[in-house]
Structure formats: C-alpha cells, structure tokens
C-alpha cells in the first residue's frame, strides 16, 4: 500500500501488527500460517467480517460465499480482510427461542470486535435475530460499520401458487386443523416453500429488519430486497467490501450514521412497508447502545399517519423477488420523502434522500404510491391502559379492520403449555367474540419473549369459518403472522404485570383508535387478586438462563439486558503475552 492509500489516523490494528516487539511478531506470525504475505502488515485497514454463517442457520447458510464476496471487495480497496464467526442464532431450531439468546449473541459480537484488530466492521446477518444482535453489539464498539444482510428466499411456488415463508405455515396448521389439508399435502408444501437459499421471503421480521438496515443508512441502497441467489446481492457484497476501508479512512463510525434523525426514518419505513411489530423492540435495543433517545410512543407518534404502501405477506398478496423487481425499498424511501429527515448520512458517504431521489416503480401493485396506498394504517399502534401501562403493540396493517373496536370476555390460559392443552378441547367454552388471553410468555416468562402472539383459534372455532378473534398475551408475534393480536403487553405477566391478575370471565376492552386496553375489572378486585398474586418460580439456578432472567428489562425498553445498555466503545486492551 503506498503512503497516499494510507489511513489519514492512527488505526487501532497497528497496536497489533505495526509495533517492533515480541508482542507484534506474535500477533503476525501466527496469522502468516494462513498464508498472509508480509506486506498485509504494512499499516491498511483491517476489515473483521463478522459472519454468522451456521448449517444450523439455514436463512445464513450461504454467508461463507457472501463472505467471500466482502473479502474481495475489501482486497480491491486495499484493506486487509479477516472473517470471524459468532454465534449464529437459527430461527427454526433453537430451543425455547432465539430471542432468549439474541443479546448473547450481542455480547459475543461487541466482545469479539473489541478484543481483535479490527479498524473497521461488516455484519453478515440475515435470520431474524441476527441482524439486531449484530447491530447491538457492533454499536457498543462504534467503530465504522457497514451491514450486509443475506438476502430473501425466492418465492414460494406450490401448486402454482405463490406461498410465503412462515405465512403459510399459519394457513396451512389452520388448513389441516379443518380437515382441508392432509399431511402429505403439507410435506410437499414444505419442500416448494424453501426452494432456495435465503431468509423468508415475507415481510417478516428478516425482510423488515433488513429493511431496517438500508433505512437506517447502515446498509447500502438495495441492501433490503436482493435476492440470496441473485448476482446482484454479491455485488451488493463486494461494494460493501470496498466501502468499509473507505469509511474507516473517513472514521465514519456507526454513531455518526445511527442518529435519532436515522431511527426516525427506520420507524416511518417500517410503517411504509407494513414491518413486523419485532422490529420495535430490536431497534429499541439497537438506540439503547447508541444513547439515542427512543420510545415507545415514538413509534405510535411517527406511525400513525403513515399508510403502508408494500402490498406483501403477510398483509398483502406478494414476496421480496417481486419487492425487488418492483424496485425495493428505495422506491418506498422515495415515496414518503416529504416526511423522512432526507438529510441522514448513510454509509456509502450520500444522504438518504440522495441514495433514492431516482428510485422508479416498476410495479405499482407491489408497492403503492403514497397518495393511493395499499392500506391506510402502516404503523405500529402503541396501546395503553390498566392492563398494559407501559404499553403493548398491534398492528393494524396486519389485523382485521372490525375487531379494531372490540369489548369482549376474556377467556385465559395460563401459559402455553395451559394454552396447548386446552385450546383445541371440544369441552372448552369459547365464542367468536371472545378475547383469548395468554399469560407467562413474556422475556422472564417464557423465558425469552417467544413467537407465540399469534396463537392459532381454537379448532372448534376455526370450524365455523372464523378466521381471527382478538389475542393478547406478553408475548411477541412472528413478523410472518397476521391477525388482530396484541403483544409486547408490559410489564410481562411474570414481572406481575396486569396480565397476571386476568380472569377468565373478565370483560376486556380494546380500542386501537383510542389506543387503549382496558380491563373492565375494578380497582379493589385487582388489588385483592394481587395481595394474592406469587411470582413463577425460576427458570434456572445457573448459567445464562440465570443471568438472562435477573437482568433483562420489559419489551417498553427493548429487552436487553440492564448492565448491556449503552457503549464500551473500541478501546485497544492491555497485551495477553
Ligand atoms: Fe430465518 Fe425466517 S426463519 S428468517
């Protein structure tokens, strides 16, 4: 690298590489066994690809070519790449769920950037919690940063028939609850759904927290939509690869590109795009590290107004291949541009206004045009009450438009091993327009704050044709799910929030317009249930369970845990030798 290439600053890799002691001809020589030329030490950028590549991870397992990708792209540039892995957290196979380990993996990634030689970041992610955990943990260290996400799946084909990720999944569990699917039509509808590499393809919490990463501005134009298997998300790989050794010259770190300005921005596209109600807790966390101020009442407050103009699963009728072909999400950017802060920096140096000033529609069915949207209400409703005061959250976009207003009896199941014993019984009494309550699901309950929002409706109910009932529970929702269904009720049941002291019989009252949840329960009744009130026993003695439960806060705060909030920033750390 000749001198005018050089970084303008002194580099944190050069406490490793660039000294003359034993120390450096430690920390050189060994990385010489993978065959690096003496020269890579000559003072360029090192580049830490953070890979969360797993077999274990199906949505990521393609991210050891996609790494290749970024290494290339950073050798164009000049910089010195080195791919680490951490903890890869699979969506599909992790046990009691992934969100119990998201903020582990976040300690892992802050941890492993801080103790390496790094100079500059690219997060690989894709799978739901990959990408936030990344964020979390990269943020803590601020160093420059660029995130790459994975890209969607293809379309689902079955029968001739687009199908979603995760979408169907719900359709056909109800399908073959009414007898209108077999098995064997399930398992070939299991092979047709994930046909290719990549995470889903709905608009569920990947493509959402994707999208998150483009609007942010921490990800480059396009980041959200590529498909996996498109040539173009290798280029989108490779570009980034270049970029980062540039940002590292210009020092532009992950706190000057993830302003409040940015959060803003992201909560009005995730209203845009019709996004999943996940992605209010992870950038919650995400702002935490940062010191950005934001709340709850930021998402009610900026979504409210903003229509959701993506006709995609599951709200809508189409998937992230037609997304991409339709434009992708500079198109919506460019849409709602009279409310976004068009002047947030993002990562390739341009605002955001300047990344999608240009974008066109190719399909105006896909995505809308703000003045004719595909649905009037994108945002996420933040309701308050007696039975959730410090909030819970709803989608409209994603519930049925005559439960918004609805007053009706609770019937309760206790936890979910109460709901999966009872819901189907014949024996149990339940109407249409009851309202089914599910207690215990939430971080310390479950634990781990779980997917089951969406509880499918008791079988009986499904019978008569009803699609949809109003749910609340402490749990989170699957972004890939839809239905008039409450979630994120906090404080959780466990942490003895209102929840626990709900009653089957209890009359409930929800009122999105109005923002509000009601138990219709008085004063002197709740307090009586609550002078009787025991919290659940612990989940564990030991270990990171243990740890998780005593320390993580409420779904209104971003559930990360208390002691991870906030930064640790980059500092180079004393020599091991
Ligand atoms: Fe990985 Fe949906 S299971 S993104």
């Known amino acids: 690298m000749n001198d005018e290439a050089k970084p303008k600053h002194k580099l944190r890799s050069t406490e490793w590489f660039g000294r003359h002691d034993r120390d450096a001809l430690v920390h050189r020589s060994w990385m010489k066994n993978q065959g690096i030329p003496h020269d890579q030490f000559d003072g360029r950028p090192v580049i830490g690809i953070c890979n969360t590549w797993s077999e274990a991870t199906p949505c990521n397992a393609h991210f050891r070519d996609l790494a290749e990708h970024v290494r290339r792209g950073v050798l164009d540039a000049g910089g010195f790449p080195i791919e680490f892995p951490v903890m890869s957290l699979g969506e599909t196979l992790m046990r009691p769920t992934t969100m119990l380990f998201r903020n582990q993996c976040a300690m892992d990634v802050e941890e492993s950037i801080r103790a390496n030689p790094f100079d500059g970041i690219v997060l690989l992610m894709g799978c739901d919690k990959t990408t936030p955990a990344l964020l979390m943990g990269a943020a803590s260290c601020d160093l420059p940063t660029i995130g790459v996400s994975g890209g969607p799946m293809l379309n689902g084909k079955f029968r001739g028939e687009n199908i979603g990720s995760g979408t169907h999944?719900?359709?056909?569990?109800?399908?073959?609850?009414?007898?209108?699917?077999?098995?064997?039509?399930?398992?070939?509808?299991?092979?047709?759904?994930?046909?290719?590499?990549?995470?889903?393809?709905?608009?569920?919490?990947?493509?959402?927290?994707?999208?998150?990463?483009?609007?942010?501005?921490?990800?480059?134009?396009?980041?959200?939509?590529?498909?996996?298997?498109?040539?173009?998300?290798?280029?989108?790989?490779?570009?980034?690869?270049?970029?980062?050794?540039?940002?590292?010259?210009?020092?532009?770190?992950?706190?000057?590109?993830?302003?409040?300005?940015?959060?803003?921005?992201?909560?009005?596209?995730?209203?845009?795009?019709?996004?999943?109600?996940?992605?209010?807790?992870?950038?919650?966390?995400?702002?935490?590290?940062?010191?950005?101020?934001?709340?709850?009442d930021d998402w009610d407050r900026l979504g409210r107004t903003m229509p959701c103009l993506v006709n995609l699963m599951p709200s809508g009728q189409y998937l992230m291949e037609d997304f991409y072909y339709a434009g992708g999400l500079p198109v919506v950017i460019r849409e709602i541009g009279e409310w976004i802060h068009r002047n947030a920096l993002t990562v390739n140096g341009c605002t955001i206004w300047e990344n999608v000033k240009d974008a066109v529609n190719y399909n105006a069915d896909v995505i809308t045009p703000a003045a004719?949207?595909?649905?009037?209400?994108?945002?996420?409703?933040?309701?308050?009450?007696n039975l959730a005061p410090d909030g819970a959250v709803l989608k409209p976009s994603a519930a049925t438009p005559a439960l918004m207003k609805h007053r009706g009896r609770a019937i309760v199941f206790e936890d979910i091993d109460d709901l999966n014993r009872r819901v189907d019984d014949p024996a149990l009494e339940v109407a249409p327009d009851d309202v089914l309550v599910l207690k215990n699901c939430g971080p310390k309950g479950y634990p781990g704050f779980p997917e089951v929002g969406n509880f499918a409706l008791p079988a009986k109910i499904?019978?008569?044709?009803?699609?949809?009932?109003?749910?609340?529970?402490?749990?989170?929702?699957?972004?890939?799910?839809?239905?008039?269904?409450?979630?994120?009720?906090?404080?959780?049941?466990?942490?003895?929030?209102?929840?626990?002291?709900?009653?089957?019989?209890?009359?409930?009252?929800?009122?999105?317009?109005?923002?509000?949840?009601?138990?219709?329960?008085?004063?002197?009744?709740?307090?009586?249930?609550?002078?009787?009130?025991?919290?659940?026993?612990?989940?564990?003695?030991?270990?990171?369970?243990?740890?998780?439960?005593?320390?993580?806060?409420?779904?209104?705060?971003?559930?990360?845990?208390?002691?991870?909030?906030?930064?640790?920033?980059?500092?180079?750390?004393?020599?091991?030798?």
């Open 462 to 577: 499904l019978k008569q044709g009803v699609t949809d009932m109003v749910r609340i529970s402490d749990a989170r929702m699957s972004g890939t799910a839809y239905g008039t269904v409450v979630l994120h009720t906090a404080p959780e049941a466990a942490a003895g929030g209102p929840l626990a002291l709900v009653q089957t019989g209890d009359i409930i009252e929800l009122d999105v317009d109005a923002r509000r949840l009601h138990l219709d329960v008085a004063d002197a009744e709740l307090a009586r249930r609550r002078s009787r009130w025991k919290a659940p026993a612990p989940h564990s003695t030991r270990g990171w369970v243990k740890l998780y439960c005593e320390t993580v806060q409420q779904a209104d705060k971003g559930v990360d845990l208390d002691f991870l909030v906030g930064s640790s920033g980059a500092t180079v750390g004393r020599e091991s030798h």
């Open 169 to 296: 999944v719900w359709k056909f569990t109800e399908m073959l609850k009414t007898g209108e699917m077999t098995e064997r039509d399930m398992i070939e509808a299991e092979s047709c759904m994930s046909r290719s590499a990549g995470h889903c393809m709905t608009m569920g919490t990947a493509s959402t927290m994707a999208s998150m990463v483009e609007a942010l501005g921490i990800g480059l134009p396009t980041n959200a939509a590529i498909p996996a298997v498109d040539s173009r998300r290798k280029v989108l790989a490779r570009m980034a690869g270049r970029r980062i050794v540039g940002m590292v010259d210009e020092d532009l770190r992950m706190s000057k590109i993830l302003t409040r300005e940015a959060f803003e921005n992201a909560i009005m596209v995730n209203g845009a795009i019709g996004g999943s109600t996940n992605a209010v807790v992870h950038l919650l966390a995400v702002a935490g590290r940062l010191g950005v101020p934001l709340t709850l």
């Open 372 to 385: 004719t949207p595909f649905k009037r209400q994108g945002g996420i409703a933040v309701l308050r009450g």
